[in-house]
């Protein structure tokens, strides 16, 4: 018999008012599991639970706050295999990919332990005579999270911790499409030490527990990781409550990886494929679009077809699988309506791009990539969250740049090239938040600012020493010792 697994509020598991169900994207016959939905009124009572729990917390000693950041940080990593999988099951990233994620979501509580640690204000002399001057930070109070389907425990993890970090308390809202990741890692902080409604999950969908999060005039900020349409709703909301509200947001990306002439043709195909396919695509920083020099192009083209003609696309959990499945229907659907339109546009379909027939029934698609696709096309210009790139021809470097920067996005960005001229010219002058030289587009370091620019992202960095700009607010006391 499945377990119904609760919402937790308050420091109580609690049932919900409806249930949704976890679906493998493998396998769609597994139930991963049964998840009580919270309805508006469940969520209104984390909100609440979390404002009761604000002050205390706020004022609890760095000690504590590393204490309970520590212990959730030692059982994930003690439990990543386990957790590992869950992740790759309910989400459909390959099982060394879960592994990781879950291996990073670990890390990223400790560091955050330790920044509990050398959390320090300035002192410093007033310009006018005889007073002094402190500059302090303080928390925000009740910070709502609501995140994306696609990193189900390191996203919540990179806002929860420097969450509680910083004094902060919690109302959580996990996509709804991948609620066991966020359950498992709730159990994890419900039983660390921290006081009751410092930390609340609800599952639910963001029209009810999201808008209910958007609505309260006790939510002080919300930190939101996902679409550019929904970001954009967020804001608006946070924008119009009373409080205003302090908000971030991380969404879509389109990004370019620019492959020079004198590229190292083996590495820059490595970093195509991973940084294009891998994790099935579905990373915001996926590179979506890939610019080619002239000089290497057909070279280029040849190769990625044939390293792609290698990789096992199948049941996430098996082992020797390079890509899983699509999420659900509704991105697959998403996918395949970007294939058609890619090939309507004139783009040529060089490989892949048909749906694949396991022993399991599930969202598996042929990696797909398009050549002679140019960067008006709506294939280079919006976000398709899959295993779709498309290859776009550049005269020389000047022009891989241009169209490079030529997008409503800049989340991340990358280039192969020997030169150094060209990569730190590159560096410099690529209008993306994260460029990498060398390197997949995806994947990054978790102690150091993760985000973008344009269109991708709004409000303060995550991650990193940076998180505190957002989950503090900047106090300055002026003292007349008499
Ligand atoms: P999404 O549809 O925008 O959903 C994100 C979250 O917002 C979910 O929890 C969703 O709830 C909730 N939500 C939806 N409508 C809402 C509303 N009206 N009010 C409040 N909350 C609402 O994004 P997604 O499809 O899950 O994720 C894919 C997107 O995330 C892509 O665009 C990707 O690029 C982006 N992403 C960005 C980053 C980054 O750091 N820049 C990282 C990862 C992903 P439910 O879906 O549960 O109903
Ligand atoms: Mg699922």
């Not at 998840?35 to 004022?59: C, F, L, N, S, V």
């Not at 990741?181 to 159990?187: D, N, Q, R, V």
């Not at 309506?337 to 022993?359: H, S, T």
């Amino acid at each position: 018999m499945t377990v119904l697994q609760k919402n937790f509020i308050g420091g109580e598991w609690v049932d919900g008012s409806g249930i949704t169900k976890n679906i493998n994207p493998s396998n769609t016959n597994d139930v991963v599991g049964e998840y009580a939905k919270a309805d508006k009124a469940q969520t209104e009572k984390a909100i609440a639970a979390a404002k009761a729990a604000a002050p205390a917390w706020g004022r609890s000693t760095p000690q504590e706050r590393f204490d309970a950041l520590n212990k959730i940080s030692v059982e994930i990593l003690a439990r990543k295999e386990e957790l590992g999988r869950l992740l790759a099951r309910e989400e459909g990233k390959t099982l060394p990919e879960g592994i990781g994620e879950v291996a990073r979501a670990g890390q990223i509580f400790a560091f955050f332990a330790g920044e509990a640690l050398r959390l320090t204000g300035e002192k410093g002399a007033s310009v006018r005579p005889g007073l002094e001057v402190e500059i302090t930070r303080e928390p925000m109070g009740v910070v709502g999270m609501i995140t994306p389907w696609n990193f189900p425990i390191a996203i919540p993890a990179w806002k929860i911790a420097p969450a509680l970090c910083y004094g902060n308390t919690v109302v959580f809202k996990p996509a709804e499409l991948v609620p066991g990741c966020g359950h498992a890692l709730s159990e994890i902080i419900a039983r660390s030490g921290i006081p009751a409604g410092v930390f609340n999950l609800v599952v639910g969908s963001g029209s009810v527990v999201g808008q209910t999060l958007l609505e309260s005039p006790d939510v002080a900020a919300i930190s939101f990781t996902g679409s550019v349409q929904t970001g954009r709703k967020i804001a608006q909301a946070c924008v119009l409550s009373n409080p205003m509200k302090k908000f971030q947001l991380e969404m879509g990306g389109k990004n370019p990886l620019v492959v020079l002439d004198d590229a190292d043709l083996k590495v820059a195909v490595e970093v195509a494929v991973n940084g294009a396919y891998f994790s099935t695509g579905q990373r915001c920083t996926a590179s979506s679009r890939l610019i080619v020099t002239a000089g290497i192009h057909d070279r280029f083209v040849a190769a990625m077809t044939e390293r792609l003609k290698g990789l096992t696309i199948d049941d996430a959990l098996k082992s020797g699988v390079h890509i899983g499945p699509v999420v659900d229907q509704s991105q697959l659907d998403q996918d395949l309506r970007y294939i058609k339109i890619g090939q309507d546009e004139g783009a040529k379909l060089a490989w892949g791009g048909e749906l694949l027939n396991r022993e399991t029934p599930g969202f598996y698609l042929q990696p797909a990539l398009f050549t002679e696709a140019n960067n008006q096309m709506r294939i280079a210009r919006e976000e398709v969250f899959g295993p779709v790139a498309c290859v776009i021809r550049a005269k020389d470097y000047e022009e891989a740049l241009a169209i490079s920067n030529d997008t409503e996005f800049g989340l991340a960005s990358g280039i192969c090239t020997t030169s150094l001229k060209y990569a730190s010219h590159y560096k410099r002058n690529s209008e993306a938040g994260m460029v990498m030289v060398n390197l997949p587009t995806a994947g990054v370091d978790y102690h150091v600012p993760f985000g973008g620019r344009k269109g991708s992202s709004y409000g303060a960095r995550e991650q990193g020493a940076y998180a505190r700009e957002f989950y503090t607010t900047v106090k300055t006391a002026y003292t007349f010792p008499g």
